[in-house]
C-alpha cells in the first residue's frame, strides 16, 4: 500500500513527518509517532516509501518486497529494521522502522577511517549472511531479467558473474544507448568491446549460493548512538555467488589500502572456507565488472541529471564522476588513453547543447 505525507501523518497519529528524503528509487519519510499510537511503544519511529515515477533501475534485483525479506531475515542477521503493520481505513499499511542514527558518510568518527568497531560489526554481517541457508529465500523472489539467456548458468561462479554483465548491458546500456546520443562513443568506450564481455567470462570457482545485501556502501549503513551499526535498503539483495558481495563493498567503500586488506581478510574468516575458495583470483573479475558497470550507469545517469538540470549547473560534477569511472575501467574496456577531465566535461556540454536543440 502507497501512501504520501498526506496520507498516512493523520491515520497513524504522527506529531512529525521529515522528508521526502530523495533517493535513487523512492521518496523516503520518517514518520514520529506520538504517544498515543498504538504503535508508538515498538515503534517510535516508521519509514515509509512513495515510489519515484519514472526511475530506471540499474541493478538487477531479485526480491520484490523489501518488507517481506527483512521478516524473512529478522533475527538471523544483526540490526536491520523491523517491519509491521496496521489497519488502516479498511486497508493494511506495511511500513520498517526508521532507525535513528547517523549513516556512516556523515559520522565524523569515519571522515579519514572506518573505525575497527565497525569493521568488526561488517564482519558479523558478513557471517550472518553467509550462515543463512538460501533455499527457503528462493522461492520469495524471482530475477529482474527474464531473458532466456540472462545469466543461464546458476547462481554462483561464472554463472552468476555472466548473469550480472549480461543484465548491465542488455537491460542498461543496450536499451539507453539510443537516449544518450553517442555519448560513449565520445568518451572512447567501445560499443564492442562491451556487448562481448558476457561471452568472456572466465571459469571461476564453484561456491554455493549465499544471501547478498548487493548493496553495502556508507549510507546504507546507519551507526545509531550507542556505536551500533545497522543495515538499512535491502531493495538490491540477492541470491549469488558471496564474493560479488565483497566486491560491491569495496567497490563503493572506498578503503585505504591498509583497511581494504583488513577488510578482505575479516570477510574470508567471516564467511568460512567454502564460501571463500578462489577468493585470491575471482576477487578481481567482480570488481573489473564493477568498474564496468559504473561506466554504464554514470554514463547514462549523468546524461539524466543533466536533461533535468539544462543550466549546466551539474555539468562538472557529472564529468568528474564519469572521468574516475573511466579511469578505474580503463584497462578492462580495453581503452587506449581516457579522455582528460576538460574533454569528458565538453563530451557532455556538447551532448547538452544537441539535447536542448532537439527539445526546443
Not at 138 to 144: C, M, T
Amino acid at each position: 500500500m502507497t501512501w504520501g505525507v498526506g496520507a498516512h501523518a493523520a491515520p497513524v497519529g504522527a506529531d512529525l513527518v521529515e522528508g521526502p528524503l530523495k533517493g535513487n528509487h523512492h521518496f523516503t519519510f520518517a514518520v514520529r509517532l506520538d504517544r498515543a499510537s498504538p504503535l508508538a511503544g515498538d515503534f517510535p519511529w516508521l519509514k515509509l516509501r512513495e515510489p519515484r515515477e519514472g526511475v530506471f533501475w540499474y541493478d538487477m534485483r531479485y526480491f520484490p518486497s523489501e518488507d517481506q525479506l527483512l521478516e524473512q531475515v529478522q533475527g538471523r542477521v544483526p540490526r536491520v529494521p523491523r517491519v509491521g503493520r496496521a489497519a488502516v481505513r479498511g486497508d493494511v499499511l506495511t511500513f520498517a522502522e526508521f532507525i535513528e542514527g547517523v549513516t556512516l558518510d556523515r559520522w565524523p568518527a569515519a571522515a579519514e577511517r572506518v573505525p575497527e568497531q565497525i569493521q568488526e560489526q561488517l564482519e558479523e554481517l558478513f557471517a550472518a549472511l553467509a550462515a543463512i541457508d538460501p533455499g527457503p529465500l528462493l522461492a520469495e523472489g524471482q530475477s529482474s531479467c527474464d531473458c532466456a539467456d540472462g545469466g543461464a548458468g546458476g547462481r554462483d561462479g561464472t554463472g552468476f558473474l555472466r548473469q550480472l554483465l549480461h543484465f548491465a548491458i542488455a537491460h542498461i546500456y543496450l536499451p539507453n544507448r539510443p537516449r544518450v546520443g553517442g555519448l560513449f562513443d565520445e568518451l572512447g568506450v567501445s560499443h564492442e568491446t562491451l556487448v562481448g564481455l558476457p561471452a568472456q567470462v572466465p571459469d571461476l570457482t564453484p561456491r554455493g549460493p549465499r544471501l547478498l545485501h548487493g548493496d553495502l556502501h556508507r549510507k546504507n549503513l546507519v551507526v545509531d548512538r550507542a556505536g551500533a551499526l545497522w543495515t538499512i535498503d535491502w531493495e538490491l539483495a540477492l541470491i549469488g555467488d558471496p564474493v560479488y558481495d565483497l566486491a560491491t563493498h569495496l567497490h563503493l567503500m572506498g578503503y585505504r589500502p591498509d583497511q581494504e586488506r583488513d577488510m578482505i581478510r575479516r570477510w574470508r574468516r567471516a564467511v568460512g572456507p567454502a564460501a571463500s575458495r578462489g577468493l585470491d583470483a575471482d576477487l578481481p573479475r567482480y570488481r573489473d565488472f564493477k568498474r564496468v558497470q559504473s561506466v554504464c550507469t554514470d554514463v547514462i545517469r549523468g546524461a539524466a541529471r543533466l536533461a533535468e538540470h539544462p543550466d549546466g549547473g551539474r555539468l562538472r560534477h557529472v564529468a568528474t564522476v564519469v572521468y574516475r569511472a573511466l579511469v578505474a575501467a580503463q584497462e578492462v574496456l580495453g581503452m587506449e588513453k581516457v579522455p582528460p577531465p576538460v574533454a569528458v566535461e565538453a563530451v557532455f556540454e556538447a551532448w547538452m547543447t544537441a539535447h536542448k536543440n532537439r527539445d526546443s
